[in-house]
């Protein structure tokens, strides 16, 4: 028998039977196998040399060898049992001969080296087919050795397996290395990993296999830190594909220490958009969510899952990241968006997005909207991955962002690029979120979201066209909505209606003919407030319908969806829009002629508005100014010898206000006069020969008077319209004379005002003749109102505020419209640049100051009587209760409600049960309306009485959403929020670089002026302030002033957003920094209480402002505020503060500064913004001089502080640190500290108007601002300056700052606490060493200890103000020493240990007088300071702990105790207490009582506070007392912070 025949003898007794050319079959289980093969071995020692030599001879053919690499056959169930192992499914699965051989210890490492040598011989002879790598030989033998239970030979397999791997093939050497942790044994890991590190720079190819067999390796730190280096280094150079991969190991293998310098390095070596580009080459193939960025940031986002200090890392890198917004800044926002799904991260993602999107211009970290809208639409598929946190990012941003902020305008960019890079799926969503926002009523939701909806219909009208549904539904809710907000809602809703208009689709046309319907019913309605949503409705789907964008031939060829048939005949579509377009205006006109006047005129308002900012098609235009506008100048326009045919006048009429006595046309407002026809003027005036006005006008509601200004606003801007912004057609109206009044006798005795019957003209008579002085019309004739002397003026007033109440009446309704007209034909002709028409336009921005003094005296002077004069009440502007103005609103003594045509009879005879009986139509005002119309008409104004007189009795007011009729004296207090908005080109007047010579510019008069800059401070505040802000605003706005409320329906600039308002006022900027000189100049040179700076006299100004008397300065003076306040509002915009703005950044500081010393335009043009920053800060600090008050000093600053912060990196501390004492105060922050300082010790007069708010924010700068050392200033505040009022002065009065006072002691203490607090959270502690930690420290302490004793020094009436500064200052201390300071006094409590106790143990006093504050609350049951408790205690809780911590840390816990804190007053003195000494003790371990006591019993007293007791030899003696109660502290800290 030879050795072959042996040991397959061997073999077959064993349990493997081997078959010739077929695979061997196992008929015993494995390991019983092995067992006797092992056996049999020992039993012959040349068995085992003779069966190696039997493998070899098995494995040397190269036809058969895969049959022992293959699982052998299993014997049939009658043989012998098998135990064999079984997959998922329940097969049994066995062996291969050679893995069987490989468990036999004498056979192993003969077997191992035996298939290492066969390895080479198959290299190159299997080919690279990827899909035969499972059948390849190779493959074969080295699945052999893998999931040994043991190898005997591990170092030698080791080596020959990195051996092999030095000369095979790339595809081989893949495979070995994929294999390899399935073989090696772990303590053969260091070696096999240093080896595949060096591969990593080597063997680019093969970096996929070895990073993931590295990962699956223990490796040491640094052959981890070699390896990432290597790989980062590639991160460039990589191919897409293996990217996430890379990072996957990159941040999987990172430890928390170096953590932050990977992710930096990461940063900046990952270029995204390289992967993109590279991707989208490669393979377009494949499914978008397996592209390379998905697969990046979905390994990024698993390792952020898994990793908390990967979280903290990154986080911290990103709040502290200084470079430019880059590549990296994709990374940056996507890791934010995954990290913002961690619920406990939530918040703190939410605070730094919010300082990334404030970031100022100067700090290129910022998140523009520009960019966050980019990085969306470059990888729409990464971000639609992260989807869901978008959206809850856009969401909250939406919610908590204020009115036109940057963080409304993310969000908006947000919503916008993810709409249009996204799918059907995140559309939807987007569209049900905007839709619940603006369904939240919150004013900055409502306003945001109706925005987006907007520009998403603009943009990407087809892919919102389909969830168009969401936005109809919100038309059920549009009557809780502003103006502004349903008209963008209907322009989506227009935009998306009229998308398809040429196809002729009845899908298409449903969603038109469903708003037609709705509008038109709204139109049809008795109430106003339904009313104007109809009109807004209808006037959005004209604009879409008719506008200049809407009937062209590239809109019609979008709208036909590409179809050449549609696309050839785009004539037909708009004759077909446009007839739709004139369907809607006659529809809208003849709902007009059902209405009331105000119905006409916020008709026209709206029309005028969609001129102004969309345009309409020409041929729309044409109509619209033949229909409607060419009947102005029959109904309201007349001559001289008109008037004198239609009324009673003994010679010629007088005329007043006109500008040319050449100029023959006038507008004769008297003629509809609702109050003179109320009180039978009309009839006594009029020529009996003269046709009644009700046969050419339809009688409706109110007085016609009502639509006057709107009419002249949509005449002039569709002649600008027509003729390129020319008004030579109407310029006739500029220079007109205006009839008010006919020649009435004011000297007859009159019947009283309130016996006066209605409609009796007995009461009023015509003077005899036309030079009498008691002719009415005689003496308000030419300019007598306005140009004559001032006393003259003021004489001719008086006079008039004696006349009887009813011509009083009808001269203030008279006068209202003339200043509504005036307020127009300013808006119209003020961006006319002709020079005659910019002097006629500032001649009657002049009279027009004069005319509202006139007409608000003589409001006055009616108030009390009956017949108080409201604009809503004599139907002038529209009402915006709907029960009020549904009735019809007719002057005193006219008629209410009448059946046709039988005589006047009362509203309030009529019962609402007679009308069910009657059939006949009612009519109110001229509206002829139905039975069920009238009862409901009857029905609400008869239950508005009892509610009124129900709220009166309880002693509430009647709210009202603006300026209603139910209290009528509001006109009489504040006359302009009833008045005609000044629009954007009425400001224009101010613009000087459109003057043409200067010797003949007309000169604007102080009270001129004063009423442009009071609409423009006004218009600038609404727009250029967030609304969180506009309660901290220091500048006061006129009283009531607002825009968008009654009279101006259609309010441009209340429609307008921040930027077109900043745009609209860039021009102009200029020019106001010149009046704002003159100003100052002016009244420098009449007021000698200040010194005119050498600047403002040493130049030779031209004159901007006519002073005509002394009196005139105090005009000067309101003029000086509101410029003030403008160039202030308009430094402090947080459209400033963006990048995208920074054009306009320079623009502003170029005008400041040319308004210097030694400025011209060539050295602007090379200046750099740092320069440009402080020759305006120069200019403004130089005319603080000239300011006379306080207020406008604070102003200045304000204005300083915003100047300076377009500058952050220009003087910073690092470089004011060099510098010497001198140069130090001469930085801007030195010289705002200064002039701080100058405010707060009176320099300027009126110191004690000052609010608490500005007495803040004076001393926050004066401390922040300092130069040399702002704590050491905050120290001194706390410890000299704040403890004077309470020394006991003889008035109280702080001799080293003149403002502090007993009265202002509150909102100063809380401005040094708020500060002081401030400047310990913003210190670089992190860059301070051991002893200038300790020195800071004991400072801050030190200031803190002063601050918590003043409280024990209060008397009772200051108590209720100042404990609850002190409790949340407190509260704030609290924190910043738990999070801050105590961290790094634990670093250096070895090297300083007596030092650290110091300043734990002054602290300590601080902590006592807080719990006793906290204790007073209950006593002096003060829920304000009740409130701060809670959250106070369980800070001070976490600062005993964290006390406690620290000292254990460094085994010193024998220095302290924790016991319980005596109870003592607010004062400091000890309370007897009621608990029973047992109770106390058993007590002792409250959370709530812990104290820790650093100090013996001698140290309670304020001298020894400074000389802490040593406490290495009591840290000795009770660290053993100490031990015993660590667990029990231990686990109240972990109850703690579970809290």
């Known amino acids: 028998m030879n050795s072959s025949q042996r040991c397959r003898q061997a073999i077959d007794s064993c349990g493997v039977d081997i078959v010739e050319d077929g695979l061997p079959i196992q008929k015993a289980p494995s390991a019983l196998f092995r067992y006797k093969l092992s056996e049999a071995i020992r039993e012959d020692e040349d068995l085992g040399s003779q069966l190696g030599d039997f493998l070899d001879d098995l494995l040397s053919n190269h036809d058969s060898i895969s049959l022992y690499l293959d699982p052998m056959s299993q014997a049939q169930p009658d043989d012998t049992e098998l135990s064999t192992v079984t997959d998922v499914a329940g097969i049994p699965q066995t062996e291969s001969l050679v893995r069987l051989m490989l468990g036999v210890d004498a056979l192993q490492t003969r077997l191992i080296s035996t298939l290492l040598e066969k390895f080479p011989e198959y290299i190159g002879d299997e080919g690279n087919d990827e899909e035969a790598g499972a059948t390849k030989i190779s493959a074969k033998l080295l699945r052999q050795l893998r999931w040994l239970d043991y190898v005997i030979d591990s170092s030698g397999l080791t080596e020959k397996l990195l051996e092999t791997l030095g000369f095979v093939p790339v595809d081989m050497q893949r495979e070995i290395i994929l294999a390899l942790p399935d073989i090696i044994s772990d303590s053969d890991t260091n070696e096999v990993s240093k080896v595949l590190a060096g591969m990593l720079n080597e063997t680019p190819e093969l970096m996929l296999c070895i990073l ?164 969306i639409q470059k990888f729409p598929a990464v971000f639609s991955t992260q989807f869901a946190a978008l959206l809850s990012v856009s969401s909250w941003l939406i919610r908590t962002s204020s009115l036109g902020s940057q963080g409304s305008r993310v969000a908006q960019a947000i919503v916008v690029g993810a709409f249009g890079a996204m799918g059907m799926f995140q559309r939807q969503e987007i569209s049900g979120e905007l839709a619940v926002h603006i369904g939240s009523g919150n004013l900055n939701e409502v306003d945001t979201a109706t925005r987006i909806y907007l520009e998403l219909a603009q943009r990407h009208p087809r892919e919102l066209r389909p969830f168009a549904v969401f936005i109809k539904g919100l038309l059920d809710y549009v009557d809780n909505l502003s103006i502004d907000h349903i008209r963008s809602i209907f322009d989506t809703l227009g935009i998306l209606s009229t998308l398809n208009n040429s196809s002729g689709s009845a899908q298409d046309d449903s969603m038109f003919n469903d708003l037609y319907i709705y509008v038109r019913k709204q139109l049809s309605s008795v109430y106003s407030k339904y009313n104007r949503i109809g009109v807004v409705g209808t006037v959005s789907l004209l604009r879409q319908l008719g506008g200049e964008n809407s009937l062209d031939t590239a809109r019609v060829e979008e709208a036909a969806g590409g179809s050449s048939t549609m696309a050839t005949q785009p004539q037909a579509a708009n004759i077909q829009a446009l007839r739709r377009a004139v369907q809607l205006l006659e529809m809208l006109m003849d709902s007009g002629r059902h209405q009331s006047w105000t119905f006409v005129s916020m008709t026209y308002d709206e029309l005028a508005h969609i001129v102004e900012t969309k345009g309409l098609h020409r041929q729309l235009l044409t109509w619209l100014h033949e229909n409607v506008s060419s009947r102005f100048a029959a109904q309201f326009l007349s001559d001289i010898d008109g008037l004198a045919e239609r009324y009673v006048c003994p010679g010629q009429p007088s005329v007043a206000l006109s500008l040319d006595e050449e100029e023959t046309t006038v507008l004769d407002i008297f003629n509809h006069n609702g109050d003179a026809a109320g009180y039978g003027m009309h009839k006594l005036a009029k020529r009996q020969d003269q046709p009644e006005d009700s046969e050419s006008v339809p009688r409706l509601r109110g007085c016609m008077l009502a639509c006057l200004p709107s009419l002249l606003r949509l005449i002039q801007v569709c002649e600008k319209a027509l003729s390129q912004n020319s008004l030579a057609e109407i310029d006739a109206l500029l220079v007109c004379g205006i009839f008010l009044l006919p020649p009435i006798d004011i000297a007859t005795p009159r019947t009283s005002f309130v016996s006066l019957e209605p409609g009796i003209s007995g009461s009023f008579t015509i003077a005899d003749s036309s030079s009498s002085a008691n002719n009415a019309s005689r003496l308000l004739a030419g300019n007598a109102l306005v140009d004559v002397n001032e006393d003259e003026r003021r004489a001719l007033l008086d006079s008039i505020c004696h006349w009887q109440p009813e011509l009083r009446r009808i001269l203030c309704s008279s006068l209202y419209t003339a200043a509504n007209w005036i307020r127009e034909i300013v808006n119209a002709f003020a961006d006319q640049n002709t020079e005659e028409s910019r002097a006629r336009v500032v001649q009657r921005v002049n009279q027009l100051a004069h005319i509202e003094a006139d007409l608000e005296a003589l409001a006055v002077s009616l108030r009390g009587n009956a017949g108080e004069f409201h604009p809503g009440a004599a139907g002038l502007i529209p009402e915006l209760s709907d029960s009020l103005s549904a009735r019809p609103s007719v002057p005193f003594g006219g008629q209410a409600l009448r059946i046709q045509p039988s005589t006047p009879i009362d509203a309030q005879a009529i019962e609402p049960n007679e009308l069910h009986s009657s059939g006949l139509l009612v009519e109110a005002g001229g509206l002829l309306l139905s039975q069920e119309d009238t009862r409901k008409l009857v029905s609400g104004t008869i239950d508005m009485q009892p509610a009124e007189a129900s709220m009166k009795k309880r002693g509430r007011k009647r709210k009202s959403g603006g300026f209603g009729t139910s209290t009528t004296e509001d006109f009489a207090k504040s006359l302009y929020p009833f008045l005609r908005e000044l629009s954007f080109s009425a400001f224009q007047i101010l613009d000087l670089s459109h003057e043409h010579s200067a010797e003949h510019r007309p000169l604007l008069s102080p009270y001129g002026l004063w009423v442009i800059l009071r609409e423009l401070s006004a218009a600038v505040s609404s727009k250029l302030v967030r609304r969180a802000e506009k309660r901290h605003l220091w500048a006061s706005k006129p009283p009531g002033l607002q825009f968008g409320t009654l009279a101006t329906f259609s309010s441009n600039i209340a429609s307008s957003t921040a930027s077109k308002m900043f745009a609209n006022l860039l021009p102009i900027f200029p020019s106001l920094l010149a009046f704002l000189d003159c100003c100052l100049e002016t009244r420098a040179r009449y007021c000698h209480d200040v010194s005119m700076p050498d600047r403002l006299s040493s130049r030779n100004r031209p004159r901007l402002i006519s002073i005509d008397a002394p009196d005139d300065v105090a005009a000067v003076e309101q003029c000086i505020d509101l410029l003030l306040q403008t160039v202030s509002t308009v430094l402090h915009w947080d459209g400033l503060q963006i990048g995208s703005e920074h054009s306009s950044l320079v623009a502003i500081l170029s005008a400041l500064a040319r308004q210097g010393q030694h400025t011209d335009d060539e050295e602007l043009a090379d200046m750099e913004v740092s320069a440009l920053v402080r020759r305006s800060f120069d200019y403004i600090l130089g005319i603080a001089p000239a300011v006379a008050v306080s207020s406008r000093a604070l102003d200045i600053l304000r204005m300083l502080v915003a100047v300076r912060g377009f500058a952050p990196l220009y003087e910073t501390k690092e470089e004011v640190c060099c510098m010497g004492a001198e140069q130090r105060n001469n930085t801007m922050d030195g010289q705002i500290s200064s002039f701080a300082q100058r405010v707060l010790n009176a320099e300027w007069q009126g110191s004690e108007s000052l609010k608490p708010v500005d007495l803040e924010y004076l001393v926050a700068q004066h401390i922040t601002k300092n130069p040399h050392d702002s704590m050491q200033l905050a120290y001194e505040y706390a410890t000299q300056i704040l403890p004077g009022p309470l020394q006991g002065t003889a008035d109280g009065v702080d001799k080293t700052l003149a403002v502090l006072r007993l009265s202002t002691f509150a909102p100063c203490y809380k401005a040094v606490s708020q500060t002081l607090a401030a400047l310990v959270q913003n210190a670089k502690l992190n860059e301070l060493s051991g002893s200038d930690l300790l020195q800071f420290c004991s400072v801050v302490v030190d200031a803190w200890m002063e601050l918590c004793r003043i409280t024990q020094k209060l008397n009772q009436s200051m108590q209720r103000s100042v404990l609850h500064l002190a409790l949340r200052s407190g509260y704030t201390m609290t924190d910043v020493f738990a999070k801050t300071i105590i961290p790094r006094l634990d670093a250096c409590f070895f090297a300083h240990r007596e030092e650290v106790v110091a300043v734990l143990q002054r602290m300590q006093k601080c902590t006592r007088i807080l719990q006793s504050i906290c204790n007073h609350s209950k006593v002096s049951k003060d829920t304000k300071l009740q409130s701060a408790v809670p959250q106070t205690k369980r800070k001070l809780e976490q600062l005993i702990f964290q006390v406690y911590m620290l000292m254990s840390n460094n085994d010193s816990l024998g220095a302290i105790d924790l016991g319980t804190l005596k109870h003592r007053d607010v004062h400091g003195q000890l309370v007897g207490s009621q608990i029973p000494r047992d109770q106390l003790e058993s007590d002792s371990e409250s959370l709530e009582s812990l104290d820790v006591s650093m100090a013996s019993e001698s140290e309670q007293s304020e001298d020894n506070a400074a000389a802490p007791q040593r406490i290495t030899e009591k840290a000795r003696r009770g660290n053993g007392r100490a031990i015993g109660s660590r667990n029990k502290i231990g686990k109240r800290i972990e109850l703690l912070q579970r809290r």
């Open 212 to 375: 993931e067999t590295l990962g699956s390796l223990e490796c040491s730190s640094g052959l981890l830190q070699e390896a990432r280096s290597s790989v980062i280094s590639q991160l460039l150079s990589a191919e897409p594909i293996d990217i996430p991969v890379m990072m996957r190991f990159l941040l999987q293998s990172v430890s928390s220490d170096v953590a932050t310098p990977t992710i930096l390095r990461i940063r900046k070596r990952l270029d995204l958009e390289s992967v993109v580009l590279a991707s989208r080459y490669q393979d377009r193939s494949k499914d978008i969510d397996q592209t390379p960025d998905v697969l990046i940031f979905d390994a990024i986002a698993t390792c952020l899952r898994s990793h908390k200090h990967l979280r903290d890392a990154w986080l911290k890198i990103i709040s502290t990241d200084t470079d430019d917004v880059g590549s990296h800044t994709t990374l940056d926002i996507v890791v934010l968006l995954i990290i913002h799904q961690i619920t406990t991260y939530t918040k703190r993602v939410e605070s730094i997005l919010r300082n990334k999107i404030d970031s100022v211009s100067s700090q290129p970290t910022a998140y523009t909207p520009q960019l966050v809208e980019t990085t």
